[in-house]
């Protein structure tokens, strides 16, 4: 009798682990790597231990929608696209730009925000007014961003490039660099919150930032378009602009 209650225990248990070991898988198999680059304030950005910002706001909203589940993976901006080739990470959000180079690597969406770059410099620098005012000058740049791509195309001029956007400030903070490009919104919050910095707008061309994908991914891309569309259609979209960009 006592040898049976036993084999009941067991099997008992072994249903339970069956049923453990089979929602983890199925949890695991609905959940999405999402990697991105906590250096892009407002869109995503380090609060203590959370990584919060629009872009991580945006994903949650697209992730109810479709119904998975997703886990944020932050690293350097330059090695996002190598990770997703890689398989390390299923999806990318870090304000980045659909370039046609990219294009031929992964999958974009839809556009989601439309910026452009800004030039910061010392607050009493009236020299550098333009891209024009880049000859002879040192220009720091993030590793990767578009403003890495654009100076570095620029004749006559000394690029600096920096893994972090926090680096690429310190670096103009410190005078060792004459101006940094940034993106807009980022560029305009190091200033906010740097007394001795200013901002230089641009008339460079405005682009798009869009949430990339593998090639083979075709029916997770059709899906995260439908879910932006049903975002913007239902004021979610509106008001995660209000939250982030209201100022």
């Known amino acids: 009798m006592l040898k049976n209650n036993i084999l009941k225990i067991i099997i008992a248990l072994s249903i339970v682990l069956a049923v453990f070991v089979g929602c983890q898988k199925k949890e695991e198999k609905n959940k999405i790597y999402v990697g991105t680059n906590a250096e892009f304030e407002p869109f995503e950005y380090r609060d203590g231990d959370k990584i919060i910002g629009f872009d991580i706001d945006l994903i949650n909203e697209i992730s109810k929608i479709m119904g998975f589940q997703f886990e944020i993976?932050?690293?350097?901006?330059?090695?996002l696209l190598p990770a997703l080739e890689a398989k390390k990470i299923d999806v990318i959000i870090a304000g980045?730009?659909?370039t046609e180079e990219r294009?031929?690597?992964?999958n974009f969406s839809d556009p989601y925000y439309n910026s452009k770059q800004s030039i910061v410099v010392q607050a009493n620098n009236t020299d550098i007014t333009s891209f024009d005012n880049f000859t002879g000058k040192k220009v720091g740049v993030v590793l990767g961003?578009?403003?890495?791509?654009?100076?570095?195309?620029?004749?006559?001029?000394?690029?600096?490039k920096f893994n972090t956007t926090s680096e690429t400030v310190l670096a103009l903070k410190a005078?060792?660099?004459d101006a940094v490009v940034l993106d807009y919104e980022p560029a305009k919050n190091y200033v906010a919150q740097n007394?001795?910095?200013?901002?230089?707008?641009?008339?460079?061309?405005t682009e798009e930032?869009?949430?990339a994908m593998r090639k083979d991914d075709t029916e997770f891309l059709a899906k995260v378009n439908e879910a932006l569309k049903t975002i913007k259609e239902n004021g979610t979209y509106d008001a995660l602009?209000?939250?982030y960009f209201a100022n």
């Open 145 to 160: 961003y578009t403003g890495d791509i654009l100076v570095s195309e620029l004749p006559n001029v000394e690029v600096q």
């Open 103 to 106: 294009k031929q690597f992964v």
């Open 195 to 205: 007394t001795e910095l200013k901002l230089v707008e641009t008339d460079a061309a």
């Open 96 to 98: 980045m730009t659909a």
């Open 209 to 211: 930032y869009s949430i």
């Open 175 to 177: 005078q060792k660099v």
């Open 73 to 79: 993976v932050d690293m350097q901006f330059d090695g």
């Open 241 to 243: 602009i209000s939250k």
